[in-house]
């Protein structure tokens, strides 16, 4: 930490500034912080050797230009009205209508270590408050930042809009590039060029969302997978979310992120707060996949809880698309000895074991083992399974409950609802107020008690409606909205249940990916990426949401040769390739597979266990490819073996495919390359590349600098194929 004063930039009324510098793992941040004055983000950034805050505030000094303010407005952290800043503010509310023009200047700065700063700002004529907290990862330079605001009056504040900060962005990152999709179509990225004025994304769909992601990339138009600058940004927030870029008339721009709270849904009385999720940033010089590692490194260190960060990440079968609500106890361990035979680790019963669950409008809520379908409990199917050797993980869909059940006839004033509105209908279900003790109670209670009879080791923890209305009559919102305060309960019950049961992991999925976020993984050890398994389309998926998330919390699982929601039919090779790049499950009828797929499966899943550490601890990189083909793989920490996968999604214009260069070998070393998937030569006529090279034998060998360099052509293979190049250092 640096803190230094100088000459204060024009419009100051000061003497002298006062600057804070935090610089770790490749970040810099430089802030001014001058007491009695508004803070100002100088630079966020990649580090600038030998750059100081009083240096780049003076190479940025501004003047008067024809229509505009006599005086340069400098932007503060928050951009609040009372600061005469044009464009959208980063914080505004009111009193009644009064109030408004917030003014927040520096009242106290705190230093902690080299990577935190706490600046404390008030506006003593209003009596607010507002601390900015600012912290930089040493291990991944990952800057964290969020805003705390208090009431300091008697007089209740109510707050519109609060983002975590106002962010300052490089002009010259022109390209936006935005997550969208819907179900079973998430994270599809939206490039959107060079533009002025705002681009703004909002989600009330009380989740995540499939079609909003809380986050985006500013990239420079130069920028690839590897090279080029570019900024990552995302809030780790689970609910209702706002995310605005905005790029002004005089150059600059500012990215905003923060929960998106309904109206009168904030309102502080005397001395209580109101803090925002944080925001997360991650700037590279490296390309998208420089921002990528970040990200992904930030989730091993900061978020993955202790019972799953060293633990190999187990094969999963599940039982949905296999029986869906048909369950029979005979069928269901027919199928888990049918999964232990290829090689699963851990067996979920999905949906339809509990109460009047027959169908899915009924028994959501009542959390307890059907005695129609199980009369002697769990437990015949669980001590099977364990038998067998694997894990015993079961679903829960703990926030919502259906009219047609126990729970609701006895408690119909459980529910989210707002007075005099119609509820929107939605799968059947509705949405329980966690923010009412007895529910919360409830609900942690009977989840516990089934983790405790059966031992069970996960939950697939889902969550398959949007919530419209969300209005509590308790104590803590009194009829007005409370999403928020939802969000933080559905934490505070798999943070309880965790407490509770050491050994329990539990998976988020909504739907599939809309609630795949850094706050919820905070508390959950995988996401479910998406529900669905056609294996073309996880491709395109899975490599969306690899610019944030790590392969070991991305849930990739082999399904039906004929797709459930898609209706297109693939190889088992095919599904087994694309499966193998993430955190690998099963989710079909094994049953009705032949004996050469299930061959084919059982040595997929042995080779992603012999690939495993590789796969989920190696460095992941994307490669630049045609929109036909995806190509990713896995380094070591050493530089001594990789995994790439390439994929062929669809027929290409050209007759020959591009070489694939291959990235992130360490130039002097000698590799041998392999192609150890599939198991027979796929090219669609010989002789090839595989034969010269000797591809599907032993392999050549060869520079990391002439793989990365010149690279590889690959054979001409059918669409829906996925060939594994497996490299191994001769050094």
């Known amino acids: 930490m640096n803190h230094s004063s100088d000459n204060t930039p024009a419009g100051e009324n000061a003497a002298s500034a006062a600057y804070y510098e935090l610089r770790a793992a490749g970040t810099f941040l430089a802030i001014e912080a001058t007491p009695s004055h508004r803070p100002i983000i100088v630079y966020a950034g990649p580090d600038i050797a030998g750059a100081t805050a009083s240096d780049l505030t003076l190479l940025s000094s501004s003047q008067h230009a024809p229509g505009s303010a006599s ?410 909205a409370a999403m928020h305060h939802q969000t933080e309960a559905v934490y505070r019950l798999m943070r309880a249940l965790r407490d509770a049961h050491p050994q329990l992991e539990i998976e988020s999925c909504s739907s599939g990916g809309a609630r795949a976020d850094f706050g919820v993984l905070r508390h959950t050890d995988r996401v479910w990426t998406s529900d669905n398994n056609d294996a073309r389309q996880r491709q395109v998926i899975q490599r969306g949401a690899s610019h944030f998330f790590p392969l070991r919390v991305l849930g990739s699982h082999v399904g039906p040769k004929r797709c459930h929601i898609t209706g297109r039919r693939f190889t088992m090779a095919f599904r087994v390739a694309t499966a193998v790049f993430g955190h690998m499950g099963m989710e079909l009828d094994l049953r009705q597979e032949n004996p050469a797929d299930l061959a084919v499966l059982k040595a997929g899943i042995a080779l992603y266990k012999n690939h495993r550490a590789l796969i989920h601890h190696g460095r992941f990189w994307r490669l630049d490819t045609t929109p036909e083909t995806n190509a990713v793989g896995c380094v070591s920490t050493d530089h001594k073996e990789a995994l790439f996968s390439y994929a062929k999604l669809d027929t290409e214009v050209a007759t020959h495919p591009r070489r694939l260069r291959f990235v992130g070998l360490d130039p002097a070393m000698q590799y041998r390359i392999r192609i150890v998937w599939p198991d027979r030569n796929p090219s669609i006529s010989t002789p090839s590349i595989i034969d010269a090279v000797d591809l599907m034998g032993d392999g050549a060998v060869f520079s990391g600098s002439t793989l990365m360099e010149f690279g590889v052509v690959p054979p001409l293979i059918f669409p829906d194929t996925c060939l594994f190049y497996h490299l191994k250092s001769e050094d």
């Open 71 to 480: 005086v340069p407005v400098p932007a503060s952290i928050m951009n609040e009205l009372g600061g005469g800043m044009s464009g959208p503010a980063g914080f505004t509310g009111h009193r009644d209508g009064r109030d408004w023009e917030v003014y927040l200047r520096v009242a106290n700065v705190e230093t902690h270590d080299s990577n935190r700063i706490i600046i404390h700002c008030e506006d003593a004529r209003l009596r607010l408050a507002a601390t900015h907290t600012f912290t930089i990862d040493p291990a991944t330079g990952i800057l964290t930042a969020n805003t705390q605001i208090e009431n300091l009056s008697d007089a209740i504040f109510e707050i519109d809009w609060c983002a975590a900060l106002c962010l300052p962005f490089n002009p010259e990152l022109s390209r936006f590039l935005s997550f969208t999709g819907r179900w079973s179509g998430e994270f599809h990225i939206e490039e959107i060029p060079a533009f002025q004025g705002s681009i703004l994304r909002e989600n009330t769909r009380g989740r995540t969302s499939h079609d909003v992601f809380p986050g985006g990339i500013l990239a420079a138009p130069e920028t690839t997978q590897t090279s080029g600058p570019a900024a990552a940004f995302h809030l780790a927030w689970s609910g209702n979310h706002r995310m605005r870029v905005d790029r002004h008339n005089d150059g600059r721009g500012f990215v905003q992120l923060g929960a998106l709270n309904c109206p009168g849904e904030v309102r502080l009385a005397a001395q209580e707060t109101y803090r925002t999720p944080d925001m997360l940033v991650a700037w590279s010089n490296h390309g998208f996949n420089g921002a990528s590692h970040a990200f992904h490194d930030h989730i091993a260190v900061n978020a993955i809880d202790a019972r799953s960060q060293t633990k190999p990440r187990p094969v999963h079968y599940n039982t949905w698309e296999a029986v869906y609500f048909l369950h029979d106890e005979a069928t269901l361990i027919e199928l888990a000895e049918n999964a232990a035979k290829v090689g699963a680790e851990r067996f979920v019963l999905d949906d339809g074991w509990f109460g009047g669950r027959r169908h899915d409008a009924a028994g959501l809520g009542d959390w307890f083992v059907s005695k129609d379908v199980y009369p002697d409990g769990l437990h015949p199917l669980v001590n099977r399974v364990r038998e067998l050797g694997m894990e015993f993980g079961l679903w829960f869909e703990p926030e919502m409950v259906n009219p047609d059940s126990d729970l609701y006839r006895a408690h119909p004033d459980w529910v989210l609802h707002a007075s005099g509105v119609d509820a929107v209908p939605f799968r059947g279900q509705m949405t329980l107020d966690l923010t009412k003790d007895a529910v919360f109670d409830y609900l942690f209670s009977a989840i516990g008690d089934c983790v405790t009879e059966y031992a069970i080791d996960y939950i697939k923890w889902d969550m398959n409606r949007d919530t419209h209305h969300p209005a509590s009559d308790g104590v803590l919102s009194g009829g007005r």
